[in-house]
């Protein structure tokens, strides 16, 4: 991706990532090292000159969004990883971080002509929908049968699928009542049958939509993950 394409952001995007610059740059030469890429090769890929490579990794130069969605795309490396790396976003629970991530994600998406609160809308009411599904016998087992596959499938790591794995074990635990298991099934049906409301184009978001469906039910469930954070 060019620095031409970075467009204008939305509302906190404006600002720049407050990287931790000697933490993202050891992040991003441990990963480049692993893949055997230079400097060089990156700004191939990425389309970020060497330069700015060079004073990024090197703590001279905070890296924008768009910077880290372009090493995303060449790399391989999820944007939550580099987000984390470079300390825009903390390890507390992500209900903490919310707003934030909707600016951030919102000046990433901005490329594709995409609205993130349209976005979180639609993820709105196809949550409504799997809610009463997840109260169903056959919700359940599909929540049974499809959750650790799906996760499998995605080699997922990260904060978004350690959340998941704690809306799994409430899900089928006795902690949540019944209307709580429905918002929690709600979300994991969400991630096992792909809405897509994010669509692929939009590479390298992935499963973007995931984390806002996380969000929102953390969102009514403030209760339940007091304690219980990933």
């Given at each position: ?24 740059g050891e992040f991003l030469r441990q990963r480049m090292a692993e893949q055997d890429c230079s400097m060089r090769q ?68 901005f490329h594709f002509d995409i609205n993130i609160y349209t976005v979180v809308d639609e993820v709105e009411q196809q ?53 709580e298991k429905a918002v929690l099934g709600s979300v994991l049906l969400y991630f096992i049958l792909s809405a897509d ?34």
């Amino acid at each position: 991706m060019s620095n031409q394409k970075q467009g204008k952001a939305l509302g906190a995007a404006d600002t720049p990532p407050q990287n931790d610059l000697p933490a993202l740059g050891e992040f991003l030469r441990q990963r480049m090292a692993e893949q055997d890429c230079s400097m060089r090769q990156l700004s191939r890929e990425s389309g970020v000159c060497t330069a700015s490579i060079s004073r990024i990794i090197n703590g001279k130069q905070p890296a924008q969004i768009y910077h880290l969605q372009a090493f995303s795309t060449a790399l391989g490396i999820p944007m939550e990883q580099l987000l984390l790396a470079g300390g825009a976003i903390g390890t507390q629970p992500m209900n903490e971080n919310v707003s934030f991530i909707l600016d951030t994600i919102q000046s990433i998406l901005f490329h594709f002509d995409i609205n993130i609160y349209t976005v979180v809308d639609e993820v709105e009411q196809q949550l409504k929908k799997y809610e009463g599904y997840a109260k169903t016998e056959e919700g359940k087992e599909m929540i049974i049968s499809q959750f650790h596959r799906k996760v499998k499938s995605i080699n997922g790591t990260g904060y978004m699928v350690d959340y998941l794995h704690e809306f799994y074990r409430l899900f089928l635990g006795e902690t949540a009542g019944v209307q709580e298991k429905a918002v929690l099934g709600s979300v994991l049906l969400y991630f096992i049958l792909s809405a897509d409301i994010i669509p692929d184009y939009a590479f390298p978001l992935g499963f973007l939509d995931d984390t806002i469906a996380i969000n929102l039910a953390l969102k009514r469930l403030p209760h339940l993950f007091a304690q219980n954070s990933p």
